[in-house]
């Protein structure tokens, strides 16, 4: 009985060690269901602003934005390949690209992208073609937006309400 303690023991503390390493390490990142928590902290979001988002198994984007819609903080985190866990915030804060238009931003060693804008060109629908057929997103036209797609989706339009092509503004971080 006594080996027993003593085994489990020093199980409990390799373990403990061993987490503990790997979170000052940085391989130990933010849950999934905490990104928008960690995000509102992180950048002090007020906690009035609403959020639009979209999470995949490799990142996350998100615009907070105030009711009158004129200021906003966008914040994406990634999920790290090889050996950690959860979410690492990559980049954030407000950019022109993302008031005043659509801003797609890549993020290097990842295979998606992120579309976010505070869409003031009044975006109604995103269509994907992938040479077999073609997917269509709707957009709430007066409403910001967010949505990642893998880079290599195929032909990707964004259309605004009159159904005339809106550009997006390419960046990589």
């Not at 269901?33 to 990142?59: C, F, G, H």
């Not at 999920?79 to 931003?105: D, K, P």
């Not at 290097?108 to 077999?132: C, H, L, P, T, W």
Request: glycine letters at 8%; one cysteine or more.
């Amino acid at each position: 009985m006594n080996k027993r303690f003593k085994y489990a023991s020093m199980l409990v503390i390799v373990v403990i060690i061993g987490f503990c390493a790997m979170y000052i390490n940085g391989d130990i990142g933010i849950n999934k269901s905490n990104i928008e928590k960690d995000a509102r902290i992180s950048q002090k979001v007020p906690d009035d602003w609403q959020v639009a988002k979209d999470t995949t198994d490799t990142m996350s984007a998100m615009i907070f934005y105030s009711e009158s819609l004129s200021n906003h903080i966008f914040s994406l985190y990634v999920n790290r390949t090889g050996f950690s866990f959860g979410y690492f915030f990559r980049g954030g804060g407000s950019l022109v690209g993302v008031m005043e238009g659509i801003q797609e931003i890549y993020i290097k060693g990842y295979n998606e992208r992120a579309f976010i804008s505070m869409n003031k060109q009044q975006v109604s629908k995103i269509e994907i073609d992938n040479g077999n057929s073609i997917e269509t997103i709707k957009i709430e036209n007066k409403k910001p937006f967010v949505i990642i797609l893998p880079v290599n989706i195929g032909s990707v339009t964004i259309y605004d309400i009159n159904n005339n092509v809106v550009e997006s503004q390419p960046q990589q971080l």
